[in-house]
């Protein structure tokens, strides 16, 4: 399906746009002179009048609001909640009838030729009755309906986030690009009153043709109206987006977007295809059809056993009782050309599926992949008009230093010159905006890929404060910087010096290396971390959590020697100061039988005066002998009893997903005290992580939970990211953490394991 943004247009099959580096107004209006740099930290972000209005937001709150209270996302919620109920109400139904009847008969039979029999019987009947054959078919082929139905509608659901989503993108970019050309405007008209001294000067002293004044002045009413309708651009879009997240956003600076490079590989474009909402809905069409197909073999034949007790009571006689087993079989008289044509019908709805099935895809493909070339066309508009604004800088400058040998005339030239630098400013954004809007566009096709914001950026310190630019906030300064990586390297590197070219790259590559918020790392050699409390320093930015693990021996010598003490604080120190939570982790699959808990309980004891944050208790199932895993579920939550119970310090589980698939055992550790559960989910398919999530039952109000990713090098590249490198993996859980983003109670993902993660290529 092609998303609701895209619009047709003559010869050529639509029209998209999209998102790369943003031009900041600090840097035009650094070019633009001195008494520009004044206008543009003065230029508002928005109408003044509305300045007081509606809350603050940023990207991530907009997804997350988009998610949630997007109008066309609440109707299709609604669909998928009737869908769901529809499904649990043919899943109810398994075949199974109780019958009952009663009856009180009043009756004359005849005995002998001349005698009769009269008497009044009360009688009662209850039983069972099972069908089957044909009706077995028909509930087999409801309940595959119905769930393909449920499926359907979560698909499509996905569907409208991901489109609501892009399009936010779209008017955000507007919004941003908009505030920009307002300051590079504010910052051009900063001279009107002087240039419109100067003319009347020149044409009240006989020097300039009136005529030749007001066309001159002509330009700064032009640039005026730019104001005003820039204006217009950002309000319809803040109440845009206001209407597709539900909420009344006040006007504000917005920091740029930057999508990681790693979402345009050809291996991403081709999985984010293939997991697509709009191909998975045409697949469970496909596959639901399929099977049903399979439910023909007794067509309209239907058959049904009863099981049956009654009771008699004859009025003036004694009770009486039956049992009674009935088969019972109905065939119909056409019961083969029913039989054939249910077989054609579902037959040819599966043909139009799988039909459907390849049209979607081949349209996807095709729309991925013009979309990709408008992407590339654009950038190099970007680049051409990252030239023409640098030849009519240079322009203006020639222009100035002609202007005193040249009197009058000079004059004119100068401020023709200005104002061809001023329209090629407003033509460098309007391309970079171009640029933008089809990145935006492309985030539709890269599903698992988010775009993050560039609060950092690391030219803004060796272009615009080189240039004495005044910034005024993160939007212009990431735009700037975006502004110079697409007019190239070599522009770069003219603005800044080598120290500072050095620092901005060393700043690039922390950048690409951020984690989604929220991310955790399983660190299982805790005691080197205690030696080296400056190993916090080499996490990524976004981690928020930090798992350290420790062995019995050392647990013990944590609490007893003072100099590990000082060690595990020095090290908890210095994670809060980057924002981090030191937790510890413990495991043993032995922990979670009677005879194994006394030793758990007894280390629990002599952790809680340490500067953790919680308690990670990996507990496995399959990590325990087959003839102990059976009541391993029971045996957990009573062990996790005990824990919270012993322990002041929040417990948290990580344990495979398939042992959360029961609603009650999820309910049970939210009732033990358990704050947090951490299902390992080791796949490298972005969308089959996030389909395992949501097929989990809701998490019980309270209980936490995170998701456990594998960057493991010793398995398979099915399930760990080992072998992508550690910047596509972490490009990876973005995407992963950005479609989680609106589970009830989700936290973030935790990396097993930080070891792995530093031998991992880059």
Not at 100 to 115: I, M, N, W
Not at 327 to 332: F, G, K
Not at 419 to 440: F, H, K, T
Request: aromatic letters at 6%.
């Amino acid at each position: 399906m092609k998303p609701f943004f895209l619009h047709s247009l003559s010869g050529r099959p639509y029209r998209v746009r999209a998102l790369s580096g943003l031009i900041g107004a600090g840097l035009l209006a650094g070019a633009l002179g001195t008494s520009a740099q004044t206008a543009v930290s003065a230029a508002p972000a928005a109408p003044a009048s509305a300045a007081d209005a509606g809350q603050p937001w940023s990207w991530s709150d907009l997804q997350a609001w988009s998610a949630e209270q997007g109008p066309a996302v609440r109707l299709a919620r609604l669909k998928e909640h009737v869908a769901s109920s529809n499904l649990k109400l043919v899943e109810s139904d398994n075949g199974a009838r109780l019958v009952a009847a009663t009856s009180l008969t009043r009756a004359k039979e005849p005995v002998t030729d001349t005698l009769n029999r009269n008497y009044s019987r009360l009688a009662g009947q209850a039983g069972l009755r099972w069908s089957f054959l044909g009706a077995e078919e028909a509930r087999r082929r409801s309940v595959l309906e119905a769930r393909t139905e449920q499926l359907s509608s979560t698909a499509q659901t996905q569907l409208l986030q991901a489109q609501a989503v892009t399009e936010l993108g779209r008017l955000y970019v507007r919004y941003l690009r908009s505030q920009q050309r307002e300051q590079v405007a504010q910052a051009y008209l900063s001279t009107r009153s002087q240039i419109e001294s100067k003319l009347q000067e020149r044409v009240a002293g006989g020097h300039m043709l009136r005529s030749e004044g007001l066309d001159l002045q002509g330009y700064y009413e032009a640039a005026q109206n730019r104001v005003a309708r820039e204006r217009e651009v950002q309000r319809a879009a803040l109440q845009q987006m206001g209407f597709l997240t539900g909420r009344h956003l006040r006007p504000q600076p917005v920091p740029a977007l930057a999508m990681p490079q790693t979402c345009m590989s050809p291996a991403v474009l081709q999985d984010a295809l293939n997991t697509h909402p709009a191909l998975e809905s045409a697949r469970y069409a496909m596959e639901g059809t399929r099977e049903q197909a399979q439910h023909t073999r007794y067509g309209g034949v239907i058959g049904g056993v009863q099981l049956s007790q009654s009771l008699s009571k004859d009025f003036g006689g004694s009770p009486g009782h039956a049992t009674a087993v009935a088969v019972d079989v109905s065939i119909p008289l056409q019961w083969r050309s029913q039989k054939d044509a249910m077989a054609a019908k579902l037959q040819g709805q599966y043909d139009e599926a799988a039909e459907q099935y390849a049209q979607t895809q081949s349209k996807l493909q095709l729309e991925q992949q013009t979309v990709l070339e408008q992407y590339k066309l654009n950038q190099n508009e970007l680049r051409s008009s990252a030239q023409r604004y640098a030849a009519a800088t240079e322009g203006l400058r020639v222009a100035q230093l002609r202007a005193p040998s040249l009197d009058g005339d000079g004059l004119v030239q100068a401020i023709k010159a200005g104002n061809g630098r001023y329209e090629a400013a407003v033509r460098y954004i309007s391309a970079a905006e171009e640029v933008d809007l089809a990145a935006m566009d492309m985030l539709y096709y890269t599903r698992g890929c988010s775009l993050q914001t560039r609060n950092d950026d690391p030219l803004q310190a060796a272009v615009l404060q080189r240039t004495g630019a005044a910034v005024p906030a993160a939007p212009a300064a990431a735009g700037a910087a975006a502004a110079m990586a697409a007019a190239g390297p070599a522009a770069a590197a003219q603005k800044a010096g080598p120290g500072d070219e050095a620092g901005a790259a060393k700043s690039a590559a922390a950048a690409a290396q951020a984690a989604p918020a929220g991310t955790g790392w399983y660190a299982w050699k805790g005691w080197q971390w205690v030696q080296q409390p400056a190993r916090v320093d080499q996490l990524p930015q976004g981690t928020q959590r930090l798992l350290v693990s420790f062995t019995e021996e050392q647990l013990q010598r944590l609490a007893a020697d003072g100099h590990a003490r000082q060690g595990l604080e020095q090290l908890a120190q210095r994670a809060r100061q980057r924002g981090i939570g030191l937790e510890l982790l413990l495991g043993e699959p032995t922990w979670v039988l009677p005879q194994g808990r006394g030793n758990m309980l007894a280390l629990l004891q002599k952790v809680q005066s340490m500067p953790f944050g919680m308690v990670h208790l990996d507990l496995e199932r399959s990590q325990l002998p087959e003839a102990q895993q059976k009541d391993w579920d029971r045996h957990a939550l009573d062990s996790l009893k005990e824990a919270v119970g012993q322990s002041r310090l929040p417990i948290s589980l990580t344990t495979h997903h398939r042992e959360l698939r029961d609603p009650g055992f999820l309910q049970a550790l939210q009732k033990a005290g358990v704050k947090e559960v951490v299902p390992m989910i080791y796949s490298a398919n972005a969308q089959s992580t996030v389909n395992v999530i949501k097929q989990l039952p809701p998490m019980p109000q309270g209980l936490d939970l995170a998701v456990a990713q594998s960057i493991e090098k010793e398995l398979p590249s099915e399930e760990s990211l080992f072998r992508v490198g550690r910047r596509q993996a972490l490009a990876h859980w973005q995407g992963v953490a950005q479609s989680l983003r609106t589970v009830p109670g989700f936290k973030g993902i935790v990396v097993q394991s930080w070891e792995d993660y530093m031998e991992a290529q880059p």
